[in-house]
């Protein structure tokens, strides 16, 4: 079988990392040929992140769309075409119903709610040009849709698509178990994330504070967010990197995951949350959307609803290294068993398996509103 990935990011961005490059080894290990091509280069990623400079954005969109266009010359050399997001973030799906139409196998995977749109604080075009049209139309044009959880899964049934859940993995192999937890060294209460998530910390921005004034010896750490400040604590902040992010895991003794309490963030898959649960670190999260599949409260992690949550569970972690040494070795065992990359990349390849060896392109739509 031979698969082209069509990207929205680079290595560097999270969803394309965790959706389509982090499997890869494993395609490749099943028997698939694999073929990765991403919109964004590296440093058009970067670039996506800076105010302003709205002149180069479009060069280099421009640049991005050009070289997309010259990969798609040869979709016909595939067996499926799978969309990791749409094929370009602007215009309607003219590409991707030329390619339907010509016999392309056409799977879009998606893990956030793409069809309610959300401002970009970094980019203006990229708001304007967004269309939550665009994505309910890529589901009812796909073969399959493969999403990040059931409820981005259910919304694609909605739509008129035929969808799969396939939940994201981690590769407890890349990430270690941090050091046991102990009371020699104070507290650190970490943040892992991107400069567009970032903001969500204003959301318990008082817990914290007060979290400060009962413990003074508390230290926090944002990693990715960029120049965000929490004024008045002590917030070290450090660049994200994937060598980074490891020994970030292996500092923080508390992990972070605050979200606001609407719709886009029940289409959110838990992946901050699941990375602090592969390091050891127990997750302390806003109880909405996949957050309440993917922990057990108490058991693998905690779930708040309001300010009291957020500061009593923060206080009996912070006090306690033994349950936080407990709670840490349960979210490690809880993602190893569930969410073996190897396990996923098998996932995705019986769906694709499925599509191929249908006799009728309408034996292909019974793999909608399915969990894998």
């Not at 990375?275 to 959307?289: E, N, Q």
Request: with cysteine; hydrophobic share 40%; net charge neutral.
């Amino acid at each position: 079988m031979k698969i082209l990935f069509l990207t929205r990011y680079p290595h560097e961005g999270a969803s394309s990392r965790y959706r389509v490059f982090q499997y890869i080894p494993h395609f490749e290990d099943l028997g698939v040929s694999c073929h990765v091509q991403s919109f964004m280069d590296p440093d058009m990623y970067a670039l996506s992140f800076s105010p302003g400079r709205t002149p180069e954005k479009v060069w280099a969109a421009v640049r991005a769309a050009l070289r997309r266009l010259g990969t798609l010359k040869r979709f016909r050399q595939y067996d499926i075409v799978y969309m990791q997001r749409e094929l370009f973030p602007f215009g309607p799906p003219w590409i991707e119903r030329y390619m339907k139409w010509r016999g392309a196998k056409l799977i879009f995977d998606y893990d956030d709610a793409l069809f309610i749109k959300k401002s970009s604080r970094y980019n203006v075009l990229a708001t304007l040009f967004r269309s939550s049209r665009k994505i309910i139309d890529l589901f009812r044009l796909s073969d399959c849709v493969i999403a990040g959880n059931d409820w981005l899964r259910d919304a694609a049934v909605e739509h008129g698509g035929h969808a799969v859940t396939v939940e994201v993995a981690e590769d407890t192999c890349r990430i270690a178990m941090r050091p046991p937890h102990n009371e020699a060294d104070g507290v650190l209460i970490g943040w892992l994330g991107s400069k567009s998530t970032v903001k969500y910390l204003r959301l318990i921005e008082p817990v914290l504070r007060r979290i400060f004034e009962t413990y003074p010896n508390v230290r926090f750490e944002i990693v990715g967010g960029g120049h965000f400040e929490l004024d008045g604590l002590p917030v070290t902040h450090t660049d994200w990197s994937l060598e980074e992010e490891l020994r970030a895991l292996r500092r923080f003794d508390i992990g972070l995951m605050p979200l606001p309490i609407e719709d886009w963030a029940k289409g959110k898959s838990g992946g901050k949350a699941r990375t602090y649960m592969a390091a050891g670190v127990p997750p302390v999260c806003a109880k909405i959307g996949y957050n309440i599949e993917l922990i057990e409260p108490g058991v693998t992690g905690y779930l708040c609803t309001n300010e009291d949550d957020w500061f009593e569970t923060l206080s009996q972690l912070i006090e306690d290294a033994g349950l936080r040494q407990e709670i840490g070795r349960a979210a490690r065992a809880d993602v190893v068993e569930r969410f073996s990359p190897h396990k996923q990349a098998k996932k995705i390849l019986d769906v694709c398996l499925e599509l191929l060896t249908a006799a009728e392109p309408g034996e292909a739509r019974s793999v909608s509103n399915q969990k894998t």
